[in-house]
């Protein structure tokens, strides 16, 4: 069965504590993994598309990277703004099916 | 603004009823994608439309039907509510299949 998992499900953070989070899959054959950013209460908000393994993507303290079988998430000199839900999902190969992680709840203190 | 539109905002109804949520997709994105998302639960994947065509199909109840119409806005038909069915749901539209799906802000139902 195709399942995606990310770890850890919360992570508390002090301003400035750089740190990563992971996002596993299990699947028939990856066309493309995706990370969003959720607030709550609100739409997921896209951030980055990977689409082969070493590939890396970045946005100001955030960074993606791509292996066979995972993903991580890295936050550099997080700030209390990045706290949020930090969700991943993978496209399977030969379908649009889009199936999402349970997310991260990240929480930056200043 | 992610350019996907959804209405309500917010649906409270009692248990029994039936409702219909609507999804306006980014202008010249041909898919649509519905998911709901529980209290403190992640997204679940609802089903999925392709220019008008049922495109996947996800853990949908029975009771709960959805479509896609010429204009490309879709609809999501939730009876026979439950308490359970109290969520966000979420529509999300997309363009070329390798792209990034873009999320409206949800339609918070509530049952009562």
Request: aromatic letters at 10%.
């Amino acid at each position: 069965e195709d399942q995606v998992t990310q770890s850890p499900e919360a992570l508390r953070l002090q301003e400035g504590e750089s740190s990563s989070l992971n996002c596993s899959y299990t699947v028939s054959g990856l066309r493309g993994l995706f990370w969003y950013r959720q607030d709550p209460g609100k739409g997921p908000e896209f951030l980055f598309t990977l689409y082969s393994a070493g590939e890396e993507k970045e946005k100001e303290r955030l960074k993606a990277t791509l292996t066979k079988k995972e993903s991580f998430l890295h936050i550099t000199a997080p700030k209390p703004e990045d706290s949020a839900t930090y969700l991943c999902a993978v496209q399977l190969r030969n379908t649009d099916k889009l199936i999402f992680g349970t997310g991260t709840r990240l929480q930056v203190f200043p | 603004d992610s350019g996907v539109t959804q209405t309500p905002k917010h649906l409270i109804t009692a248990t029994g009823q039936r409702v219909t949520l609507r999804c306006s997709p980014r202008s010249g994105d041909l898919s649509v994608y519905w998911y709901q998302q529980s209290l403190d639960q992640g997204l679940q994947f609802l089903i999925q439309y392709y220019n008008g065509e049922e495109r996947a199909k996800g853990n949908i109840l029975e009771r709960f039907s959805a479509q896609q119409f010429p204009d490309l806005h879709s609809e999501l038909n939730l009876s026979s509510l439950e308490l359970g069915d109290s969520a966000l749901y979420f529509c999300a539209s997309r363009g070329a299949m390798n792209t990034e799906a873009f999320f409206g802000q949800g339609t918070r139902l509530t049952v009562v």
